[in-house]
């Protein structure tokens, strides 16, 4: 399992909890989804994975491995790449800049760096095109490919992904799911954090749904999707 | 004033090169106070002591141990890297950590507990007297009708070779990208696997740097003294706001444009009056334009 | 930890507590009235006006920072406005020092209200760098109008006059002393009350929040106005006062610009932000440990320094932190 969360227990303040004994699985070449309604602690799930915030109880391991006492700069060396909520490019940065950024971690190694460029802009055909352009200036679907594929850089194992859609145009969310179920071909275990809860389920192989901090229901995609409408109505 | 004097191309060309070339110091120390800012959203008071700091390493180095001046610009750039390293790693972060969201502001006043320590342990080191080192290189150039010194041609050409080599730094190394990227989204550039405790330990580092840098150029005209950091600070804290808040080209224009504007108060009016011409240009710009002059908006282009 | 001293927790104690405050506190009043009086030292009560002045300028710089969370930078400069108003407000129009003191209080609060009206859309940095923008604007527009001020030269100013059969020539320190402490008293009673009562609880929203007071339909504006504006008038009484005692004004660095603002904003933070009367205590001991280690020269301001870095760093609540231990 590429990534296990079992009896997590967090918040920021010690007294007030966000997260109570929150379990969680994500299936290797899978995606996951949770969702929730708001205040549910489906982001700061994310964050504490991602070691922006200390579990105060429960463990978190990746592909075996406990991410505890790790920061968010070390998660992606451990194979977890984030997408934070919003817009999350160097706007003032040309797009290839970006990207070498995301490669990052490959340090001064060249020809893995350029090995890395080459795989991902025969990808992303578009990217190569505007690849001197500042990220800033890029659409907003275009940016949110853009942060997509700068966190494949490095060749990551799990992807997490806070929002995905949020804030783009109606008709670019369809894009980015399709860009989702693609990375999902490549073999990435993803692990999604949604609002949008009917596209989220479209793609999903697996569905979390958490209330209140803690586990709610959980099931296969097919399990859950026919019960959506009573489940959305308890949270009312 | 005669109105003639007013008119004359030369004096005014000659007015010019002056500010010109003070403008081009206040340039490079507002440059390293931008860096700063830009990336760590530190105001760094205790900047015209790095300028202090730099002034007096040229002088050990050039006077005392008689050797090359351009050894003792050197010294200055390591020394005062070194000393921002230390300072960011043990004060700045400290504070980060201990103090919460309003820790900008603290930041600010311990920087300026920082500026009141250096110049009285400067003073109690090296004394109040003024130690400067009358020329770097003898002789001067004549162009046209105005005779420059070869030490301002020194310190102009200085100034532009080192923003240059700052501007290449940052577009085309790792650390200087990472320091873009740190700027404009530090979250972001965390989850790449960026550690951005060390791009601010290293910016505030690059950033004394520029100013000891700048002490050490300058010391033909401001010899090296406790205090002697305190009219540049100024100076380049309101190319700063002027230029917009972490906008370091901005910085570097409105650097030398207050050059400009110090040296032609200080030829047409009493020299004192600068200082109010300085702090009421600054105050028109945070109420009409608080972003800067050379910025439309905040966070937009560098 | 905001825990009153306790006395809420145990309610049987109440009252012993209050009374033993109440003698607490009695016996300092009575410190502060007796000490300078019993000692017949003009080196004392010198120490003891210098400490009481400066505790005062840190208290209403208390009241900005502390409570509103508005930081003057250019604090010195605002010293510098009601010192000089008074004084030259004497010396070209023969006001009488007595009336010089509400003048100067009324021209700082000019200034500050200026001050807060063009710097609405700041906050922290901006507005620190504003301030003291205008501050140095303030000191050298002294500096280079010497026809006016004598500038650099420095400017004399007369002693208060006799009011009441009670004599305030040079000298005369004891009653100095005392008629600070009547202006004290009155100034530290007004903002206890001012900070205590609704304006107090919009000020400290502002320093937490600007946005949510915003929203709550309190007007940032006004409040921000407002306390720049009282804050600056109660700087003037005591620069007027300051002015008076002194008796020679300079406008260089150390007594009008950023090192005085950095003194006077040390002893704030070291005795407390938001306490108001932890700045008197801290006035006290910074100056009382100023003039005592004379001798030191700029070793005394180096530890200044320190001080100042330390209380930033590991006692973020100054003496006020310390009141549990002591008090």
Redesign the interface.
Known sequence: MALEIEGVTAGYVKEVPILRDVDLTAGDGLVTVIIGPNGAGKSTLLKVI?GYLQAAQGVIRHDGVSLSGLQ??????HGI????QGH??????SVQ?NL???A??LG?DRRAIRQAFDDLYTRYPLLRQKRRMLAGDLSGGEQRML?LA??TM?QPKTLLLDEPSVGLMPKLVDSVYQEIARLKEHGYTILIVDQNVRKAMHIADYVYVLKLGENSHHGPRDDIEPRLNAIIREWI | MELSILLDPFILAEVSLQGLIRGSMYGLMACGLSLIFGLMGV?NFSHGEFFMLGAYAMFFVAVIMDMPFILGIGAAAAVLFVFGVLVERT?IR??RR??GR?W???A???T??????????A??TFGSTRRGVPTLIPGGVEIGPIWLTNDRLLILVAAILIVSMLGVFIRYT?MG??M??TG??P??????????NRVYTYTFGLGAALAGIAGALLISIFPAYPTVG?HPV?KS??AV?LGG?GNVPGAIAAGVLLGLIEAYTTFFL?S??Q??I???L??LV??VR?YGLFSSAKGE?? | MRQESGGTRRPSFLRALTVWRAAKIAVLVALLILVPYVSDSAFITTVFISAVMFGLFAAIYDLMIGYA?L?NFGYAGFIAAGAYTSALAWLHFGVSPWLGLLLAGFVCAAIGFFTGL??L??R???L???T???G??IR??I??TPDYTRGMLGLNVAPFPSIFGIDFSRGNYLNYYYLLLVIGAVIMTFMTALVNSKYGLAFQALREDPLATESLGISTTRYKLLNFTIASFLTGIVAGFYAHYLGILSPT?QEFG??RT?EI??IT?VGGRGTLWGSLFSGFLLIGFQEYFRAL???R??L??????FV???A?RGLAGLKKYVW
């Open positions: 991602c968010p700069k070390d998660m992606l060396r790449a984030y997408l934070i999350s490019v160097f706007p003032r940065m800049d070498e950024l995301g990052w971690l001064r942060e700068r966190l490095t | 105001k004060l400290t504070l201990r103090a309003e900008l502001l603290d600010f006043v311990l300026i507990g920082l500026m009141v320590v250096l110049q009285n342990l003073l109690l790792r990208k990472a873009l990227a404009q989204h979250e972001a550039a965390q989850t790449l696997g960026i550690d951005i305190f100024i804290i309101a706001i808040l009493a004192g009056w200082h109010v300085t702090a009421v600054v105050v945070l109420i608080p282009r560098p | 969370g930081i063009v710097s859309r700041l922290g940095l901006y620190a760098l504003m003291f923008f205008i140095e604007a050298f527009t500096s280079n660095p950023v090192p950095v904003l040390t933070y020269g700029a070793w301001l180096v200044f320094g320190c001080l100042l870095i930033m760093l590991y973020r």
